[in-house]
């Protein structure tokens, strides 16, 4: 067993070193006025789109005022400049896991209730020292905010996050030229929870495809456009945080969103907008929406509402990005640029 851990551990520091090789290729140092970006195109795959989306609304705020800084998007080396650094880091993980999910042990026991009366999540954090000492920790969720926020403890990391809503697409709402009934994207199609609703949707069936490693943004957002109805399942039994990263972009792109019910939905801005059931109703409900396709998307579609709800959620991410800029730049007046990170 000893001997097994280690060959693992030098397998792990090989594919570090092969990873951080090809990431110093893919580096990019941008100027942007007198700040400087640090990032990585080639950023983790599966988080990628929404990586570079917060990269550009960074972007764009210092193109709309400027500020001598320099922002590193990630661990990533920092390259030569001299300017005061701030680190940001990216928080993508499920905090809401039922007792006995994945690297729970530790985690403290909520305010957040399980399904049916039967106890508490925990609040499970990963990579707490890194994301602590940032200067900055991003997160796509609301709910992970108000979770770890109820849950007590978290003190040192919630005065340093920013909630920003993954609006990774451009709205098209249109019903044309949806050939694509309906789909999933499990990288684990054939296997537990999701392969069990796949296999009973076939049974019954109904005209679902799964794409797998579909993360190129222009790619996905032109699948979508295509596509009727979107069905989202949670991965495991323990990890309930709703998949935010998938459901959003999708409803931007005109999909209806099927989605397995999570907690603290109702945190949610755009909540009403999706389909929402318990997994054992799953099968039933995706049938239920692709005959009545046409009144369900009007009611969801047509709603004057959803454009309204999707600006302010855009307008948040903005005012998240300026709010943090200032303050930064508040901190270096007051205690001028040593009041930055060290290198």
């Not at 092969?18 to 983790?44: K, S």
């Not at 990630?74 to 940001?88: Q, S, V």
């Not at 026991?109 to 925990?122: D, I, K, N, Q």
């Not at 920013?162 to 697409?169: K, R």
Request: charge should be neutral; charged fraction near 25%.
């Amino acid at each position: 067993m000893v001997m097994l851990s280690g060959m693992l551990q030098t397998l792990k520091r090989l594919w570090f070193a092969r990873r951080d090789a090809r990431d110093v290729r893919a580096f990019v140092h941008e100027r942007v006025g007198p700040a400087v970006l640090t990032y990585n195109p080639r950023h983790t795959v599966y988080v990628r789109a929404y990586y570079c989306y917060c990269v550009a609304l960074f972007r764009n705020t210092l193109q709309r005022r400027p500020q001598a800084v320099h922002l590193v998007f990630g661990d990533y080396p920092l390259g030569d400049c001299a300017l005061p650094l701030r680190r940001i880091a990216f928080q993508i993980e499920h905090t809401l896991v039922k007792p006995g999910g994945g690297d729970s042990d530790g985690a403290p026991v909520s305010a957040t209730p399980l399904p049916h009366g039967e106890g508490r999540y925990l609040a499970r954090l990963l990579h707490r020292p890194a994301l602590v000492a940032a200067d900055l920790v991003l997160d796509y969720s609301h709910a992970n905010f108000l979770h770890l926020r109820d849950a007590g403890g978290f003190d040192d990391l919630l005065t340093h996050i920013a909630v920003i809503a993954p609006l990774l697409h451009e709205h098209c709402f249109t019903r044309d030229g949806r050939d694509q009934s309906s789909l999933t994207l499990f990288s684990d199609a054939g296997e537990g929870r999701r392969g069990r609703f796949l296999a009973a949707a076939r049974a019954r069936g109904l005209p679902i495809d799964n794409l797998k490693r579909c993360f190129d943004s222009d790619a996905l957002q032109a699948q979508y456009r295509r596509t009727r109805v979107l069905v989202n399942v949670h991965r495991s039994d323990h990890n309930d945080t709703i998949e935010e990263l998938r459901i959003l972009p999708a409803l931007q792109s005109g999909v209806i969103v099927v989605s397995e019910d999570g907690p603290l939905r109702h945190t949610l801005p755009y909540a009403r907008f999706i389909v929402w059931t318990h997994y054992d109703m799953l099968v039933e409900q995706v049938a239920s929406v692709l005959r009545d396709y046409d009144i369900w998307h009007a009611r969801l579609f047509g709603d004057p509402e959803l454009p309204q709800v999707l600006a302010c959620m855009a307008a948040a991410n903005r005012a998240a990005i300026d709010a943090t800029l200032e303050r930064w730049a508040d901190a270096e007046n007051v205690d001028g640029p040593a009041n930055g990170k060290t290198r």
